[in-house]
Every structure is written in structure tokens, then in C-alpha cells.
């Protein structure tokens, strides 16, 4: 008896104790070619693990304890490249793919390493305002929720354009001015719940599960980055494993999600990735647990990536994304139930977007790769709005819809001619059909009028080339031009674009950057139409210019220790061709358009600046602990036809941005506890004081335009919280988080209005408190 206790409580504490293990793998490869490099040495200092990468540049670690590692790769003629705080659950493989940094020439007894941070920017021709992020940052940060642009906001000079939705400012320029690149194609808006016109959204469609580290710039962009102002995501897919079948699901307040991956077959290195999410919104709703005389919410997503190597022609990828949302709200036929105007309004809401690309990348050589792609992307933006009169019939008081077709080309060689020198040119066509329609009234009382009713094609067409020079391994020149044209008016311009680094010692360095950007008007904005004489109608927009921007950057970077950065950057931006009002009296600018489409007869004779500094303290993880501390501190003014400078809307002067995290791992590293916070302060957004008497004697909000944006709503202050828990089983991971967005429930102001229900002057605030319950499971 004591016997078979003994060894029953043996296989027990054998259980418990036991280590969980997993496979960790990946792909060496050149970071100008992205060709596999074989015979480098990859090593897990902690274990004293070493291994060499076979042919096809590929290593594996199989049965690695879980937990968080450093490792090393090193190759011949190449910088060591370091990888911090890599981790390995139970659930999924880990699966790297790291590039390589060429030396410029051997030194004796030397090793010369790469900057191991994961900051660094993956385009190498990107050398100021420009940092990489990671699925982690998307995942850990507070309040991020696995979304690229909420997770941007913790950023210096980036601010949160609404707690509403995920529309970021970045150093006082409209949401407006950014682009969104994946896997090197220009794509539509990738949010849910998108408004025509902006660039963000209630909630992100791209799926966190198929991302990659990908890159975010905020000024003095790369000569291959067209067609913005303030800033570009360069988004990144990862592939599916392609070895064994892995599963993701997901329950929380925001959707159920189920993403699947895995190899078409055990003889092909092919994979496949698909996610697919479904409201939660929607399915409370249909089971009654939401009311239905309220606004109904809905949304569905899916997304995938789809890898095809060939053993000769090269690599193919499908991939793409596809986001339904809509609101819908039913007014009560039941005058009692009315306590305002807005009570009678019945409305349906709907913003659908999605995007299939086919891309192949070859070798040509030794020196030459290679990527084409093709596309097709589709966006719907419609609004229907009905009021119910006092006997119970409906008139119809609103409709818009804006459709979007784009076929999308590019194609992009890069040349490595030497270790020192390489070229990359290509070139990015799109052809747009669009459709819009807006039937509205300028004012309250006013009469319904078809004031956009188009439809037609027009093109873009935008080629650029840059090179990197590297006289040594610490200092890197990169210099090109990129081109644009419109082909609707034949508007075309040409953008040089220069940057240096200097890694002046192992501790700090200096970056300076310059580039001349431009940026076509929203599409809605061309084709505002008014009537002439004769009962016909003009198109005056038709033949507007793009607006332009001069972007100045100095850097400076000192690492204070091996974990801890200190960052400076100084900006200046200066904008010109900005289409403003023709009437000398207006103060109307784009620059201060933060959504929607403009009806108003326009010129390019506007300009702007933005200039400021920004001044980051950033600790890396180390021992499962990080933060960021910020300071932006800058200035943005806008000057219309009347010739006087003003503040823009976005004029906040400062943001200080704070952001840290620890985790509490189990000595068996089986469980871990996480704590995230983020806090922003930040000067309020600039606002138009309301003329009270003439709004109370035309029924509508009526501004004081003259002195537009004078006034400054509240300084803003919000704190984030994340709390997750993970526990890692027997070939299974799970993590429940619970994200707090606002946590103290701070109403931050949004704007103003003239509310004729009280007769007086009304204030809209911002979201409170708002928690985000998940729940995943990876196996």
C-alpha cells in the first residue's frame, strides 16, 4: 500500500514539475535580397544551443523549454544580428524569419552587430521618423486590442483623434494625410465602421493573427512611399506554419474569432493562414439580450495569406481582407418616447471594405529580386437617413453612397550592385471606378439637393527610385525621387527624397532627413458639383492640385545602457498647394478636414506648418519589464485666402505619453500575470467659437468663422489598463485579458453644437470607461 502510494504521488509531482517544451525554427536570409543564406550560425546563449542553417537557410531548435530567450546569428561577411526576448509557449511553434545586414568590409578581430532592438525599422532605406512594431506591442499594449493604430497612438507626436475610433494625429496633421501599405500594395481603409474620406475607424479589420513586425513612418518617408502627408503603415503578413496545423480561438466583447494554419501537404513547403471573426454585438442582439428599439451594431471580418513557393518561378502569395459593418436604428413610433429631435431619426449606416492582392517575388541572379503584385480592393460607404414627422409618416432627410473600385499594379527590383551600394526602383499603378452619390441640405430647413452625383474612372500612376550608399559600416546616405500623377486633371509631381545616419560610436548617433511629399485631395472632393445658370452643372473641384509638403528631420539617439534609449527628434513641415475656400473672406481649409467630403468651390492657394520637437526615454524589455516615457511638444498653423495665420484643428501643443508593462512568470514558467498601463496628457483640440444669436435665430449651429479655431476645448487625459493572465498546458496556450480603455472614466471633450431642443450651446464628449474582455486559446 505505502509502495503504490509512493509512486502515485511520484508520477503527481512528476506532472506538476513537468517542463513544457515546443519548437522553435525560421529562416536566415539577406536583408537587401531577401535570399536564404546557408551555413549561418544561429545560438541560444542561455542553453548553450548552436546550430547551422542547411541549404535553404533554415534552422530549428526542437524541444526548447518554454520561455523568453536571446539569440544570435552570425554569417560570414554579414553584421551579428541579435534577437531579444523571443518566446516560446506551449501552444504554437515559434517560427522567425531574420535578416541579415551586409558588412561593408571585414575588420580584423572585430564583430561588427546590427542594432538588435526591434524598433528598428525594417526598411533599411527608411532612416528617421521611422520605427518597426511588433504583434507583441499590438497584443500587449493597454487598450491596443490587437490594433496597429490604437497601439500607434502610444508613439511620440501621435494622439488619438477620438476615443470613438482608432484616427490618429500625427504631429498636428489631419488623420486624413496617412497610407496604408501591405505587403508593399497601396490598400483601402482597414477599419470597420470607416467614415468616407478618413483613415480610420470604430474597429480594425486587419486580424492580428497575420501579421508580421511591420513598419510605422512618420515624416521625410522613403522615395517608395507616395500619396501622403503625415504618415504610412507599412504592413507585413506572416505565413502560415507550414509543417503542422495550428488553431486560434477567440471569445470576447469585441467578436468570436477562429483562425486556422497550416501546409497543404508534408511534401510541399507551402502554407496556408485564414481568420475569420464574427460580432458579438450582432449575436447578443439576435438572441434578444440587446433591446431592438435601440441602434443595432454589426460586424464580420476575414482575412487571410496564402504561400506558394515554386522551386524555379519563384514565390507567389495570396492574400487580402475582407470587413462588413453597419448600424441600424429604428425610430420609436411613439411621440411620448421623444425627449429630442435626434429621437426621430431612423438610419442605416454601412461601411464595407475588402482587398485581394496575388503577389511573386523572383531572384534574377545573384544580385536582383524581384516583386510583382496585382490587386483589386472595393469600398462602400453608405448612410440613409429617414424623420419621422409628428403623424408617424417618414420624409427622407439624408442619403449618401460612395463606392470604390480599384485594380492595383506595382512591381519593385531591388539591386544589391555591392555590399556598399543598392538600387530600388519600381514603379505603382492604380485604375479607380467610382460612384458617389449625396443627396443633403446645406442647413436645417433647407431643401434636399443632389449636391454629388458622378460616376467614371480616372488613374494613378506613380514611379520612384532610390539608392543606399554605404561608405562604412556606421554611415549610410540614401537618396532617390518619386513621381506622381493624376490622370482625371493631369496633375503630376516630382519628390526628391534624401537621408544619412551616422552611428557616430557603439552609444549615439545622428540622422537627418528631407523629402517633398504630396498627396491627391479626398476622391468626393473633385467631384462636388453646382448648378449653373442655365439649370446645369459644373464640376469647379474637377482640376484641384495636390497639396504638397517640404518635411525636415533631425535625430539624435544616445543609449544611456544596453536597455535604455534616449530618443530626440526635431521636425518642421511645411505645406503649401493646400486647397482653402476662393472666397477671401473664409477661413476654410482641408487641413482641418478630419472626415467626409468637401462641396465647396476650392483653389490651391492655401499653406500650413507643423515644427516641433519630441523627446523619448524608452526601456527595453529586459527581465519582463518595459516603458516609454515621451514628451511632443510642437506647434500647427494653417493660413486660408484672407492671408491669416491660424491654429489648425489639431493644434493640442503638447502630448506626454507614458506606457510600461511587467510580467509575473511562475518559476515553471507555465503561468504568467501581465500588468499594462498607458497614460496620455495632452493640450485639447482647437475649436470655433459658436455665435449663440445667430444660431438661436436660424435654428442651426451657426460659427464665428473669423476667429476659427481660437478656442481650445480642456487638455486631455486618459489612462489605459491591461490585465492578462496565460497559462501554458500540454500543447495548448490560453490567455484571458481584460483591457480597460479610460479607466477613470474621464470625459474628455469632443466638440460643441447648438442644441435648438434647449436653445442653448451644447457640449459632445468623448467615450468613458470601456472594458475589453478576451479570452484565447492557441494549439
Known amino acids: 500500500m505505502k509502495i503504490t502510494i509512493f509512486v502515485a504521488l511520484s508520477f503527481l509531482s512528476l506532472a506538476v514539475n513537468a517542463q513544457y517544451k515546443q519548437q522553435l525554427r525560421g529562416t536566415v536570409m539577406d536583408v537587401v535580397l531577401q535570399k536564404s543564406l546557408p551555413g549561418a550560425t544561429v545560438s541560444i546563449p542561455a542553453l548553450n544551443f548552436s546550430t547551422v542553417t542547411d541549404e535553404d537557410g533554415l534552422f530549428r531548435f526542437k524541444d526548447l523549454p518554454i520561455g523568453s530567450y536571446r539569440i544570435t546569428v552570425t554569417y560570414a561577411g554579414f553584421k551579428e544580428a541579435t534577437l531579444e526576448n523571443i518566446g516560446v509557449n506551449s501552444g504554437k511553434e515559434t517560427v522567425l524569419n531574420i535578416s541579415l545586414e551586409p558588412l561593408i568590409k571585414m575588420e580584423k578581430e572585430v564583430v561588427v552587430k546590427a542594432n538588435s532592438k526591434r524598433n528598428k525599422p525594417l526598411n533599411e532605406m527608411s532612416a528617421v521618423s521611422a520605427r518597426a512594431f511588433t504583434v507583441e506591442e499590438t497584443q500587449k499594449y493597454a487598450a491596443a486590442v490587437n490594433d496597429p493604430l490604437r497601439m500607434a497612438a502610444a508613439f511620440p507626436g501621435v494622439l488619438a483623434g477620438d476615443d470613438g475610433n482608432n484616427s490618429i494625429i500625427i504631429r498636428g496633421n489631419s488623420p486624413t494625410g496617412l497610407l496604408f501599405k501591405m505587403e508593399g500594395m497601396d490598400i483601402p481603409n482597414p477599419n470597420h465602421f470607416s467614415n468616407a474620406g478618413n483613415s480610420g475607424g470604430g474597429i480594425s479589420i486587419l486580424s492580428a493573427q497575420l501579421l508580421s513586425n511591420s513598419d510605422f513612418v512618420t515624416a521625410a518617408f522613403a522615395a517608395e512611399y507616395g500619396n501622403a502627408l503625415s504618415g504610412v503603415f507599412d ?86 481582407f475582407t470587413g462588413l459593418s453597419g448600424e441600424n436604428r429604428n425610430a420609436e413610433k411613439d411621440s411620448a418616447k421623444w425627449e429630442e429631435k435626434s429621437d426621430r431619426y431612423t438610419y442605416r449606416f454601412a461601411a464595407n471594405t475588402s482587398m485581394s492582392g496575388v503577389t511573386h517575388t523572383v531572384l534574377v541572379g545573384n544580385k536582383i529580386n524581384l516583386k510583382t503584385s496585382a490587386g483589386y480592393s472595393y469600398t462602400k460607404n453608405a448612410y440613409d437617413e429617414d424623420y419621422t414627422e409628428d403623424n408617424y409618416t417618414s420624409s427622407k432627410s439624408y442619403t449618401d453612397n ?50 454629388i452625383n458622378t460616376q467614371g474612372n480616372t488613374a494613378t500612376q506613380q514611379v520612384f527610385a532610390q539608392w543606399q550608399y554605404k561608405p562604412s559600416n556606421d554611415f549610410t546616405i540614401n537618396a532617390g525621387l518619386h513621381y506622381l500623377h493624376l490622370s482625371l486633371n493631369n496633375n503630376s509631381s516630382v519628390e526628391p527624397r534624401i537621408s544619412a545616419k551616422w552611428n557616430i560610436n557603439g552609444r549615439n548617433s545622428l540622422a ?24 446645369s452643372y459644373n464640376s469647379p473641384n474637377k482640376d484641384l492640385g495636390f497639396t504638397k509638403a517640404h ?72 527581465n519582463h519589464f518595459y516603458f516609454t516615457l515621451s514628451n511632443s511638444i510642437y506647434q500647427s498653423k494653417y493660413t486660408a485666402l484672407d492671408g491669416v495665420e491660424r491654429n489648425t484643428k489639431f493644434n493640442g501643443n503638447f502630448i506626454i505619453t507614458m506606457i510600461g508593462g511587467k510580467d509575473f512568470v511562475s518559476e515553471n514558467k507555465k503561468k504568467t500575470f501581465g500588468v499594462n498601463i498607458k497614460t496620455i496628457y495632452a493640450g485639447g483640440l482647437r475649436t470655433t467659437p459658436i455665435d449663440l444669436a445667430a444660431s438661436q435665430a436660424k435654428g442651426y449651429t451657426v460659427f464665428d468663422e473669423y476667429n476659427a479655431y481660437s478656442l481650445q476645448n480642456p487638455n486631455y487625459f486618459r489612462t489605459d489598463l491591461r490585465l492578462s493572465m496565460k497559462w501554458n498546458k500540454r500543447h495548448f496556450t490560453s490567455t484571458l485579458s481584460l483591457d480597460i480603455q479610460n479607466v477613470s472614466n474621464r470625459l474628455n471633450v469632443y466638440n460643441q453644437y447648438y442644441n435648438e431642443d434647449d436653445n442653448k450651446i451644447a457640449t459632445n464628449y468623448q467615450t468613458g470607461l470601456i472594458p475589453v474582455l478576451n479570452y484565447k486559446v492557441e494549439f
Open 235 to 320: 504592413l507585413k503578413l506572416r505565413n502560415g506554419n507550414n509543417e503542422k496545423k495550428e488553431y486560434t480561438l477567440q471569445a470576447g466583447l469585441l467578436g468570436l474569432d477562429a483562425g486556422i494554419e497550416g501546409p497543404f501537404s508534408k511534401k510541399y513547403k507551402g502554407s496556408y493562414l485564414i481568420d475569420y471573426r464574427y460580432s458579438t454585438l450582432q449575436l447578443l442582439h439576435k438572441l434578444g439580450v440587446l433591446p431592438a428599439d435601440g441602434a443595432v451594431t454589426n460586424f464580420q471580418d476575414l482575412s487571410y495569406n496564402i504561400y506558394l513557393p515554386t522551386n524555379k518561378l519563384g514565390t507567389f502569395t495570396l492574400f487580402g
Open 551 to 622: 518635411h525636415y528631420v533631425l535625430s539624435f539617439t544616445h543609449r544611456v545602457n544596453k536597455n535604455l534609449l534616449l530618443k530626440t527628434e526635431v521636425y518642421y513641415q511645411q505645406l503649401f498647394d493646400v486647397p482653402v475656400s476662393t472666397k477671401d473672406s473664409s477661413t476654410f481649409s482641408t487641413i482641418n478636414i478630419f472626415d467626409g467630403y468637401v462641396l465647396d468651390q476650392l483653389v490651391n492657394k492655401g499653406s500650413g506648418k507643423n515644427y516641433g520637437i519630441e523627446v523619448s526615454v524608452e526601456r527595453y524589455l529586459q
Open 402 to 451: 460612395y463606392i470604390v473600385r480599384k485594380w492595383l499594379f506595382n512591381s519593385t527590383l531591388n539591386y544589391k550592385l555591392s555590399n556598399r551600394l543598392q538600387l530600388r526602383a519600381g514603379v505603382i499603378g492604380n485604375f479607380i471606378d467610382f460612384n458617389y452619390y449625396q443627396l443633403s441640405r446645406e442647413h436645417d430647413g433647407e431643401p434636399l439637393e443632389e449636391r
Open 512 to 535: 537627418i532627413g528631407y523629402g517633398l511629399h504630396s498627396q491627391l485631395q479626398i476622391w468626393g472632393v473633385y467631384f462636388a458639383r453646382q448648378q449653373n445658370t442655365d439649370g
